[in-house]
C-alpha cells in the first residue's frame, strides 16, 4: 500500500534522518514501511508503501491519516531548520545585495531574534501564541489530506507564500534594526569623541534620575550644580524639542566630570539612559548602590 511520495530537489543529511526518523518510531511498534528512493530528472523521489502484513493495531485508513501527521511534522521540521536560514540567506542577498558580508551577518543576528518571538493571536477574545513552525504544520496537513505526492521546494514556493512573506518581513525589520544600530553606534563615537578632547569642567557628577526622566545633578559635597554652563547649555535647547535623556547627556558632556555616579540606577524605567551613560563615558561611570546623598533625597521625600 502505498502511504506518500516525497520529491526533493537539494536533500541533505538533516532531511534524511528527519524523515527515517518517523519510518524507525513505526518500526517500534512493527509496523514495517518500505523506502524506496530513486532520482527522476534533477529530483529524488522518496515513495513509502506500507507492509499491510505488520498492521494490527490499525485499520488501512486510520494509519494512513497517522503517517501523514508523523510526516507532516517531520517536514515542517525540515522547512523550519533545514530550508529556512537558505531562503533567508537568498532573500538578503538577492534584496540587499549592497551590504558587505560581515554587515550581513550582523542582519541574520537581527533575523533570528525577530522570527524567534511568536505570533499573537486573538480569538473569541482569548489570546494564545501560534509559532511558525506550528503555522507551517497546519498547512501541510490540510495539504496532505488530498495529495499523495508533495515536493517540499514546490510546497514552500506556491502554497507557503505568507511564511515567504513574514521572512522577508523579518528581513526588512532585521535591516532597519541593524541600521538603527549602527546609526547609534556612530552617535556613540562622536560623543566619545568630545568627550575624549574636552577638558574637565568638574571632578565628580553625581546623577539623580527620577523615574518619570527627570534628573538633577549634584558635585561632590552633594551641592546641586547649576553652573553658567548648564544655564547657557538650557538656552540653547529651550526652544528645541528635547527630551530629558538628550539634556541630561548634553549636561553631562558640556561638564566633562572626571568621575560620574549614577544613584537609584534600580528604579530609572529609561534603562537606556543608563546604558548610553556607561557607553559614552565607559570607565568614569559608576552606580551606586546607596549613600549619604541617597539617604539625604529619600529623606526629603518622605517629608
Not at 32 to 56: D, F, G, H, P, V
Not at 202 to 225: C, F, P, Q, W
Not at 267 to 294: A, D, H, M, P, W
Amino acid at each position: 500500500m502505498n502511504l506518500l511520495t516525497v520529491i526533493l530537489k537539494d536533500p541533505s543529511v538533516y532531511i534524511e534522518e528527519r524523515l527515517d526518523k518517523e519510518i524507525k518510531a513505526f518500526a517500534k511498534e512493527g509496523i514495517i514501511i518500505e523506502k524506496c528512493e530513486e532520482a527522476w530528472e534533477k529530483n529524488i523521489t522518496i515513495t513509502y508503501r506500507l507492509l499491510e502484513s505488520t498492521l494490527t493495531s490499525y485499520s488501512k485508513e486510520d494509519f494512513e491519516n497517522i503517517f501523514k501527521h508523523y510526516m507532516a511534522n517531520a517536514f515542517s521540521d525540515i522547512i523550519v531548520y533545514d530550508m529556512e536560514p537558505k531562503l533567508i540567506h537568498k532573500i538578503l542577498t538577492d534584496h540587499y545585495y549592497y551590504f558587505t558580508p560581515q554587515e550581513k551577518q550582523s542582519i541574520l543576528k537581527h533575523v533570528d531574534g525577530i522570527l524567534d518571538s511568536e505570533e499573537i493571536r486573538y480569538h473569541n477574545g482569548i489570546t494564545y501564541k501560534i509559532s511558525r513552525k506550528a503555522k507551517i504544520l497546519h498547512q501541510i496537513m490540510e495539504f496532505l489530506k488530498e495529495n499523495q505526492t508533495i515536493h517540499i521546494e514546490g510546497f514552500v514556493r506556491f502554497r507557503l507564500k505568507n511564511y515567504l512573506y513574514e521572512l522577508e518581513e523579518g528581513i526588512d525589520k532585521a535591516v532597519e534594526e541593524f541600521l538603527m544600530e549602527k546609526e547609534y553606534d556612530e552617535f556613540i563615537r562622536l560623543l566619545r569623541y568630545f568627550v575624549d578632547i574636552q577638558e574637565a569642567k568638574i571632578d565628580t557628577a553625581n546623577v539623580l534620575i527620577s523615574e518619570d526622566g527627570k534628573y538633577v545633578l549634584y558635585d561632590h559635597v552633594n551641592r546641586m550644580i547649576n553652573s553658567e554652563h548648564l544655564e547657557d547649555l538650557a538656552t540653547e535647547m529651550a526652544d528645541k524639542d528635547i527630551s530629558y535623556d538628550d539634556l541630561l547627556i548634553s549636561s553631562l558632556i558640556t561638564l566633562a566630570p572626571k568621575k560620574i555616579v549614577i544613584h537609584f540606577a534600580g528604579k530609572v524605567k529609561n534603562k537606556e539612559i543608563i546604558e548610553t551613560i556607561k557607553n559614552v563615558f565607559s570607565n568614569r561611570v559608576y552606580i551606586c548602590n546607596g549613600c549619604q546623598l541617597c539617604t539625604l533625597v529619600q529623606r526629603a521625600k518622605k517629608e
